[in-house]
């Protein structure tokens, strides 16, 4: 259970950056954190 | 995102940042240096990956860079961002984050195709010139001159774009930069757990948002249960090239006012993290999201069809509610299989504008040595439209209150495959490599289409390939 990839996260940029990608394509968002995507993307 | 080429002023933005970025990371590894002298030890794990156990100060700096690219000439983006984290000995955690976003290319504007040619018109500034006065001494100053009555005159006729019949209407000036820094601070008080504070800026040329965030955690049942509550505030503004258009109203050349608009949005989620079994650890979320204000995408228009030749008659901008309250579950689990750890995550998600969705996600991580692993990974989601979606609306037939074409609000289904590749050199540092194909999938011919739209393809969705490079380095 201490290893890095049973951590919640492991990769919190990784997360960043599939979480942005989805937001700005698909009308979801959050779930594992906050809505939104801090950013107007179209 | 503003639709004219601003390249030099990304240049001064990539030169901030850089030294932003310097003097903020000088300044937080500062402390640590003293603080990680006391405990200067760490383990390994099976996986060659140090552990760092309770009690032992250590830092995280976590780099990546994402290069994403959509089919059909769409959107290119590259976006670098950077992480650091210094932990202390007793559970205390400052971070800092910067991500930089530069984003160009083609984007559906919202018009269905036709099978004639079809033109569109955007604001435009009227720009001035510059004249070089020489001094009797030899010295010369730049004079900017305003916009003549010509420069004038031809910005009033706005940018026109012409695109070719039964061609998917799209404006490819679209042009964007983006920068985000985000800072956080947790640490155990007062009984509790974890209590941590958080916040971030984002900035765009057409948009810019501000948060604050807060968290309590609290663990129970000799640390195998977690509950925490996060609660997050959120102001935007919205600038866009042009103004911000009046709702409904026809495309035109013309400079709009107001200039921007904000939105307000707050939320909460609500958390339990379970160490099930041995190896097996779930986590369980409910969230709650409430927007209200500028929901619009301002540069986002509808087509006004012939209810007989369905043939585009006129442009409208799109109107969405001011207010949306959006809800989700998110229940993922994790498995430790000895080599292999599999990650399994599934999430509902609706909201009252009449979307729902569904995701499932999987991930098989495969060590295959102490420092190289794979892991494929595979997500589906399925969303519903929003009860004022439509493709177009038909000329003569009542205006309604809301309405919108954009795709990201309509039916569809999307696909992403990924592999990733990761090599640790060290026990401390690892270098990965991700790769991602995501599709969307949805009814471009609905059966009710009129004239020549039952010719066309009307759901303009996208599909994209994605490489994400990234490097962590844990280090005291």
Redesign the interface.
Known sequence: ??????Q?DP????T??DE???FS????????????G???C? | ?QLNNKKRRAGQVRESIASLSAALLAATITPLASSAAAQDYSNS?N?N?D?F?PGIAYSEL???L?V?KEGDGRVKAI?P???LSVHGPAGQEISLGL?F?SVSGA?PNGAVPSDLPQTFVTPIKAQGSTATVTSASGGSTIIHLPPSPGDLAAAALGRQYIVPANALPMDRG?HDH?W?INFGWSQPMGGIYDVGLGG?Y?I?Q??R?I?V?TRLAQNFNSSNTTLSL?L?A?L?S?FPYGGVPAPLTEMNPQWKSPTSRGKT?M?F?LGL?E?VA??W?M?L?Y?F?W?SGYQN?P??ILSVVDPASGEPLSYLYENRPRERK?Q???W?N?F?FGPT?TDL?L?Y?R?D?G?T?K?AEIAE?INLSHSIYVEPSARW?Q?SA?NFFDYYLVQGQPLPTYATSDT??GKFT?LTYGVKVGFKPTGRTEF?I?GNY?R?TGDGHPSNAIGQLQQQNLFAG?K?A?V?I?Y?WDFH
Request: net charge negative; with cysteine; hydrophobic share 25%.
């Open positions: 259970m201490a290893r890095h990839e049973m919640p990769y919190p940029l990784q960043a950056a942005h990608i989805y394509r698909e009308a979801s968002s959050g779930g594992r954190g906050f809505a939104g801090g950013c107007g179209n | 995102m794990d996986y990956r552990t156990g976590d780099s990546a994402l994403y976006e961002s950077t992480d991500v976003d984007t679209f983006r985000a971030g984002s765009e057409d948009y948002a948060s965030n996060a997050n959120e935007d919205s949005q939320g989620v993290t160490v041995r190896h650890l986590q979320n969230s999201d927007q995408d540069y986002r959006t989700s579950v998110f993922e994790k430790d750890v995550s999430r998600f909201d504008w979307i969705s995701t991580r989601y969303q929003a990201r609000l999307s990965y991700r995501y969307q996208s994209a994605y994400l990234g962590t």
